[in-house]
């Protein structure tokens, strides 16, 4: 047995004028290394959509990995029918005894203009089937089931299950920007807003090890397996911080600790950055959660780097947070328990309004260089793909591509 997915492009690459095609390219190359190793094979394709043919025990897995893949704005199994009224019709009876329901909708989409019949008058005439056949009320707004049938030139496909997927752009279309990965719940979502908006990030965590335990660092390593989801491949820089913040706690007023920890991140972050080729930092900062997130902190904080720090983040309660972290699957890893190394050593009255001559005196007693230089060259680096070779064993060899003409996504 076989299943037909189809999946339906993110409708912001369709306007992005010139640079749309390989905005879709990217987008469709994406989506396909999503399915590798499932057995999923392309059967058709249009400017925003695609349609894949898959064993069928391998759906569960490819629903799994679709619903994770930026840029797809859903998906949907589908059964596939001649393009014509009494071939729907069959299709509907077929699945109709499975399901039981109230009120429903049947929406239809005419992409080829050449079949007799508009999409109101496909609606009316399928509806007319459905009610007969289920006594069931249409209803057109809140309806209980919607189906979707799509006419193409040569064939109709009528959806069984429609799933959203994340949206966003594909990946990489956006350039390169290094994230800020602490254990917390806050950085792993900000990471992730920015990849859903295309850009290629790459991970750095700064970790108390060995002055402390490990701990943190197994947790960022767990959340970067965990993001590597939506972006297939992703490098994650551990970073020895214990040298810097022995050298802060012996020079600094306790107060003024965590903003001179964050400053020592941010270089040692933008030096990463450098090497990336990355053109941006990101944060998990949100506006005044914590003390070291104070309008003024952030600013003496942002002093100490050149490259621009975007913080997603900033607008965003705990709340929203926590939610979208529930949603990408990082918060159960966030909330584990761990050493990390800002909380330990964190004054109990930190400084809320931070003044930068104060900062810029301690760390003119600082060996700035040779702190940077030395967290660099001690830095772990574990560079991590998804998906893996091949989960499933069934991989079907290779059938030619259909032409159905053009579909709307
Ligand atoms: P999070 O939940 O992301 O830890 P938070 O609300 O706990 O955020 P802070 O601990 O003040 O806030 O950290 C603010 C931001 O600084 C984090 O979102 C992260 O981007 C960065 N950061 C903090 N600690 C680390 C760390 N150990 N390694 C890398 N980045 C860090
Ligand atoms: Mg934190």
Same mark, same amino acid.
């Given at each position: 047995?076989?299943?037909?997915?189809?999946?339906?492009?993110?409708?912001?690459?369709?306007?992005?004028?010139?640079?749309?095609?390989?905005?879709?390219?990217?987008?469709?190359?994406?989506?396909?290394?999503?399915?590798?190793?499932?057995?999923?094979?392309?059967?058709?394709?249009?400017?925003?959509?695609?349609?894949?043919?898959?064993?069928?025990?391998?759906? =569960? $897995?490819?629903?799994?990995? @679709?619903?994770?893949?930026?840029?797809?704005?859903?998906? /949907?199994? !589908?059964?596939?029918?001649? &393009?014509?009224?009494?071939?729907?019709?069959?299709?509907?009876?077929?699945?109709?005894?499975?399901?039981?329901?109230?009120?429903?909708?049947?929406?239809?989409?005419?992409?080829?203009?050449?079949?007799?019949?508009?999409? =109101? $008058?496909?609606?009316?005439? @399928?509806?007319?089937?459905?009610?007969?056949?289920?006594? /069931?009320? !249409?209803?057109?707004?809140? &309806?209980?089931?919607?189906?979707?049938?799509?006419?193409?030139p040569q064939a109709a496909l009528l959806e069984l299950e429609r799933h959203p997927g994340p949206g966003g752009l594909p990946p990489g279309v956006s350039g390169k920007v290094v994230a800020l990965l602490s254990g917390g719940i806050d950085s792993p979502v900000a990471a992730y807003r920015l990849m859903r908006r295309g850009a290629e990030v790459?991970?750095?965590?700064?970790?108390?090890?060995?002055?402390?335990?490990?701990?943190?660092?197994?947790?960022?390593?767990?959340?970067?397996?965990?993001?590597?989801?939506?972006?297939?491949?992703?490098?994650?820089?551990?970073?020895?911080?214990?040298?810097?913040?022995?050298?802060?706690?012996?020079?600094?007023?306790?107060?003024?600790?965590?903003?001179?920890?964050?400053?020592?991140?941010?270089?040692?972050?933008?030096?990463?950055?450098?090497?990336?080729?990355?053109?941006?930092?990101?944060?998990?900062?949100?506006?005044?959660?914590?003390?070291?997130?104070?309008?003024?902190?952030?600013?003496?904080?942002?002093?100490?780097?050149?490259?621009?720090?975007?913080?997603?983040?900033?607008?965003?309660?705990?709340?929203?947070?926590?939610?979208?972290?529930?949603?990408?699957?990082?918060?159960?890893?966030?909330?584990?328990?761990?050493?990390?190394?800002?909380?330990?050593?964190?004054?109990?009255?930190?400084?809320?309004?931070?003044?930068?001559?104060?900062?810029?005196?301690?760390?003119?007693?600082?060996?700035?260089?040779?702190?940077?230089?030395?967290?660099?060259?001690?830095?772990?680096?574990?560079?991590?793909?998804?998906?893996?070779?091949?989960?499933?064993?069934?991989?079907?060899?290779?059938?030619?591509?259909?032409?159905?003409?053009?579909?709307?996504?």
């Open positions: 047995m076989e299943t037909l997915v189809l999946v339906n492009l993110f409708h912001e690459l369709a306007l992005k004028g010139q640079n749309r095609p390989l905005f879709l390219k990217k987008a469709k190359d994406h989506v396909q290394r999503a399915l590798k190793g499932t057995g999923a094979r392309l059967e058709a394709k249009w400017p925003m959509a695609l349609l894949f043919r898959l064993p069928a025990p391998a759906w =569960p $897995e490819a629903r799994a990995r @679709l619903k994770d893949t930026l840029g797809v704005e859903n998906f /949907a199994r !589908v059964l596939r029918t001649a &393009a014509d009224l009494e071939a729907l019709k069959s299709a509907l009876a077929q699945i109709l005894p499975e399901e039981r329901f109230q009120s429903f909708r049947i929406t239809a989409q005419r992409s080829d203009k050449g079949f007799p019949f508009p999409s =109101p $008058e496909v609606e009316q005439v @399928l509806g007319a089937f459905v009610k007969e056949r289920t006594g /069931a009320q !249409v209803r057109l707004k809140g &309806a209980e089931r919607e189906f979707r049938a799509r006419i193409l790459a991970l750095v965590h700064f970790h108390p090890f060995p002055l402390l335990s490990g701990q943190s660092r197994e947790k960022a390593k767990a959340i970067a397996e965990r993001l590597v989801r939506f972006q297939h491949r992703i490098t994650l820089h551990l970073v020895p911080f214990s040298e810097v913040q022995r050298q802060i706690i012996l020079e600094a007023p306790k107060a003024y600790r965590v903003v001179l920890y964050r400053r020592y991140m941010l270089r040692i972050a933008e030096a990463i950055a450098k090497e990336e080729g990355a053109l941006a930092l990101a944060t998990g900062d949100s506006l005044g959660q914590v003390a070291s997130q104070t309008l003024a902190n952030l600013q003496v904080v942002n002093q100490a780097a050149n490259l621009p720090i975007f913080r997603p983040l900033i607008g965003f309660d705990k709340m929203e947070i926590k939610a979208e972290a529930e949603r990408i699957g990082t918060y159960a890893l966030s909330i584990l328990p761990d050493e990390e190394c800002c909380t330990l050593f964190a004054p109990k009255h930190p400084v809320t309004r931070a003044q930068l001559s104060v900062v810029l005196e301690v760390e003119s007693r600082l060996s700035t260089d040779e702190l940077i230089a030395l967290a660099l060259k001690d830095r772990e680096v574990v560079r991590y793909t998804w998906p893996g070779q091949k989960p499933l064993p069934e991989a079907q060899e290779k059938a030619p591509i259909m032409e159905h003409g053009p579909l709307h996504g």
